[in-house]
C-alpha cells in the first residue's frame, strides 16, 4: 500500500491527531528558518544571539527593530498548501467528532491564517507583544512602531509575546499540549527535526499513550528510524495528496461509518 494512502487510512481510522510543526513548514512558504543566513541589514547578526532577553536588556532598540522586520517578513508570505492541509484535515476530523490538535513550534501565525482553529504556540505568538513592567498584552495591529524601543503604557518596553532562548514555555500552552498528546491516537511530526526539547519529547510522550507515529520532513532525522512510518517531501507536497487520498476514502465509504 502507498504510504500517503496507508497514512490516509490511519487519519480516517484515528479517534485523536496531534500535529507537531516545524520550522520547515513555514519555509516553504517563503520564512528562513534559525539556521539560515539572514538577509540584508541583519546577515552580519547571529539570529541565536539576539533572540534573547540578555539581549534585549542591552539593546532593546536592535532587537525590536530585528522583531519588527521579521513580522513584516510573515506578514508578507502566505499560507502554503501544508498549512491549508492541516486547517481541512481538522475540519475533517471536527465534522466527525473527533480530536485534532495542531501544536506549533512556529511564530508566525500562518496556521491561523490557512484557517486551523486548533492551535497551541509552544513558543509563543510574534503577533502579540507585552509590557515589560505588567506583563498586559496587546495585539500587534495596536502598536505603531513609529520608534524603536516601544514604550508601553505603564513605564516599560514592549517586547513580543514569543519564547527566547534560555526562557520557560508557556504554561497553558505546554499543559494544552500535553493533554492533547495523551490522548491522540495518531501522532504527525511535520517540518520538524524535533530536536530541542521539549519538542523532542513529544513523540515519545504520544507512542507511551499508544499512539502511531509519523514523520513528515525533506530529510531524516534522529525519529526517523523509530516512527511507524516516514514520508520523506515538502509537507506541502504530501499533506495535500494524503487530503485527497483520505476525501477519496471517507467518501467510498457506507455512511454512517467515517
Sequence with gaps: MPDHETLARWLL?????????????????????????EEGLWAKYDPMELATIGAFEREP????????????????????????A?????????????????????????????????????HGTIHRWRCTKTGREKPLSDLSFDRFPIPSDHGGLMRPCIVWFGEMLPEQALRDTFAALE??????????????QPAASFIEIARAAGARTVEINKDATLNTGGVDLALRGPSGV?????????????????????
Design 86 to 122: 492541516l486547517a481541512q484535515l481538522e475540519s475533517f476530523l471536527t465534522a466527525r467528532e473527533r480530536g485534532c490538535s495542531i501544536i506549533t513550534q512556529n511564530i508566525d501565525g500562518l496556521h491561523q491564517r490557512a484557517g486551523s482553529q486548533r492551535v497551541i504556540e509552544i
Design 183 to 196: 490522548r491522540c491516537d495518531l501522532f504527525l511530526s511535520v517540518g520538524t527535526s524535533a530536536t530541542v
Design 13 to 37: 481510522e484515528a479517534r485523536s491527531v496531534a500535529v507537531l510543526t516545524g520550522a520547515g513548514v513555514s519555509a516553504e512558504s517563503g520564512l528562513a528558518t534559525f539556521r539560515d543566513p
Design 61 to 84: 532598540e536592535l532587537v525590536t527593530r530585528w522583531y519588527h522586520w521579521r513580522f513584516t517578513r510573515a506578514r508578507d508570505v502566505q499560507p502554503n498548501p501544508g498549512h491549508h
Design 238 to 258: 504530501i499533506l495535500p495528496r494524503v487530503m485527497e487520498q483520505l476525501d477519496e476514502l471517507a467518501s467510498a465509504m457506507p455512511s454512517g461509518d467515517t
